[in-house]
């Protein structure tokens, strides 16, 4: 199955999501960790809605938890 995100849409949609939060995006790129980017859990649920709306598409909760870094991302799958 083909990735549902590029690594230019991950990165895109984890930089808008630090901007909302005025947070800093310097050095964001697909290597980036989570932990790394000052991200909790209420931000983690925020970025993966906004994916969801930006796949069109719900997609699996599961495969969330076995992500890591920013990259990581292109490994969701819709339901």
Request: negative net charge; hydrophobic residues 45%; proline residues 3%.
């Amino acid at each position: 199955m083909a990735t549902v995100f590029t690594q230019d849409q991950v990165v895109d949609v984890v930089v808008e999501l630090l901007v909302e939060k005025n947070r800093d995006t310097d050095g964001v790129t697909v290597d980036s960790a989570f932990a790394d980017i000052g991200l909790d859990s209420v931000d983690y649920a925020e970025l993966f809605m906004a994916l969801e709306d930006s796949a069109g598409a719900r997609l699996d909760p599961d495969s969330a938890s076995r992500l890591i870094r920013v990259g990581d991302l292109m490994s969701l799958r819709p339901l």
